[in-house]
């Protein structure tokens, strides 16, 4: 089992960038992979990408290929996704959430955060 | 990429009925990979179904999902006040992961 907590709401103007943190506790930290997700308002769910913490090997969606960025820092067990260049239609919540397998199901999410991209 | 088409967009029905949503893929899903989803107003996502038809832990008996190759199930089989929400299907096994566009069960 593992809790992912999320860090606060983001307030940004376009073309700015931002960065989302999911801190783990709980189970080891690297036995997960690590998931990205929004969700604009009213919209469904979007996968944005993955981390294996393990190694930080990332793999995200073509979509977003060039805007976005997936860390960690393993000293304290939280994974980052900072996406850049941003717009109005990246007005979202962003969910991470966590897989035992790569490309696994996630069971466990943290409680998303609410980027609102506005000027 | 797998596109996941979901039916009914809504779905209206009354305690203790049953709910059947639909989840259509663009291609054969492979490795039976192809997840159920619950959502809820301002919550995270919460796993019910992967493997098709494997519940998650705690999960429910009155959730069964079913299918295989490119038509998927799921299954309310007598609806409670708590199972009124969104649900979503997923394809995963290999990226990029895919979501329907979801099911909205309502009262």
């Known amino acids: 089992q593992v809790l992912l907590l999320q860090s606060g709401a983001e307030v940004k103007e376009p073309g700015a960038s931002v960065k989302v943190s999911c801190k783990t506790s709980g189970d080891s930290f690297t036995n997960f992979y690590f998931h990205w997700v929004r969700q604009a308002p009213g919209q469904g769910l979007e996968w944005m990408g993955i981390i294996n913490p393990s190694g930080g090997g990332t793999s995200y969606t073509q979509k977003f290929q060039g805007r976005v960025t997936m860390t960690r820092d393993t000293s304290t067990s939280t994974v980052y996704m900072q996406l850049n260049g941003l717009r109005s239609e990246d007005t979202a919540v962003y969910f991470c959430g966590s897989s035992h397998t790569i490309f696994g199901v996630s069971p466990y999410w943290g409680q998303g955060t609410l980027v609102t991209v506005s000027s | ?107």
């Open chain 2, 1 to 107: 990429e797998i596109v996941l088409t979901q039916s009914p967009g809504t779905l209206s029905l009354s305690p203790g009925e049953r709910a059947t949503l639909s989840c259509r893929a663009s291609q054969s899903v492979t490795y039976n990979h192809l997840a159920w989803y619950q959502q809820k107003p301002g919550q995270a996502p919460r796993l019910l179904i992967n493997g098709v038809s494997n519940r998650a832990a705690g999960v429910p008996d009155r959730f069964g999902g079913s299918g295989s190759g490119t038509d998927f199930t799921l299954t309310i089989s007598r609806l409670e006040p708590d199972d009124f929400a969104m649900y979503y299907c997923q394809s995963y096994g290999s990226s990029p992961l895919t979501f329907g566009g979801g099911t909205k069960v309502e009262i």
